[in-house]
């Protein structure tokens, strides 16, 4: 079983729509979550970052994070265009006497049609 | 603000030659720096992390190599390219305690 399972995609939707992005892990041990987009060529960008159950919200992004289903989402409000690229959950943790990892999901690709 | 700069963008090279692929940090000191490899259509596999000037932790045996001669840099090697080294290679920097990782805009080889 892999640390984090990230729905593969790929996911088409109209503009406007609203979008989930789901990723699973299993390691009750992983305390910090990012998601980060990933345009086609490009390094990943971080996105969002959050340590807590519950939601976090910023602007038209909305992270979720279910430590005790260890279930984490990104929705995307008013989806456009401009959103169309890979989306990565990842998870950070902190092996003993090491430098914190950040293991991820295998990446979703979004497209917004206009 | 911080910056991480990775070149060259791209790369073609022939199998069994070297590699060097370098990556800088600006505005932070003290980084831990991390090299990753992203197959397409798949995650990042960390290849390399380092703490410190000359400490290099390796995630993955193969025939790539890292080094940290100065404090905010950080180069990944090969003596003798193989095909299967062809991939986006992609440098990151995180600052201290649980802080989240930067990425650059990575380099992309092609090993023919």
């Known amino acids: 079983q892999k640390e984090v399972e990230q729905d593969p995609g790929p996911l088409s939707v109209p503009e406007g729509a609203i979008v989930s992005l789901n990723c699973t892990y299993s390691n009750s041990a992983f305390q910090y979550f990012m998601w980060y987009r990933q345009y086609s060529r490009k390094g990943p960008e971080l996105l969002m970052y959050?340590?807590?159950?519950g939601n976090k919200e910023d602007g038209r992004f909305t992270a979720q994070v279910d430590k005790s289903s260890k279930y984490i989402s990104l929705f995307i409000r008013d989806s456009q265009p401009s959103d169309s690229a890979t989306y990565l959950c990842a998870i950070l943790f902190r092996r003993k006497g090491s430098a914190r990892q950040l293991t991820f999901g295998s990446g979703t690709q979004l497209t917004v049609l206009p | 603000s911080q910056t991480i700069h990775q070149w060259p963008a791209t790369l073609v090279q022939p199998v069994g030659s070297p590699l060097s692929l370098e990556c800088t940090v600006e505005g932070t000191s003290n980084p831990n720096l991390y090299w990753y490899r992203q197959a397409a259509g798949r995650g990042l596999q960390l290849l390399f992390y380092?703490?410190?000037?000359?400490?290099i932790s390796s995630e993955v045996p193969q025939n790539l190599s890292a080094s940290r001669p100065q404090d905010r840099q950080f180069i990944l090697s090969s003596k003798k390219l193989l095909l299967s080294d062809s991939g986006f290679y992609l440098c990151a920097w995180g600052g201290q305690a649980n802080s989240p990782l930067h990425f650059g805009n990575g380099t992309r080889l092609t090993v023919t």
């Open positions: 380092s703490v410190g000037i000359g400490q």
């Open positions: 959050t340590y807590s159950s």
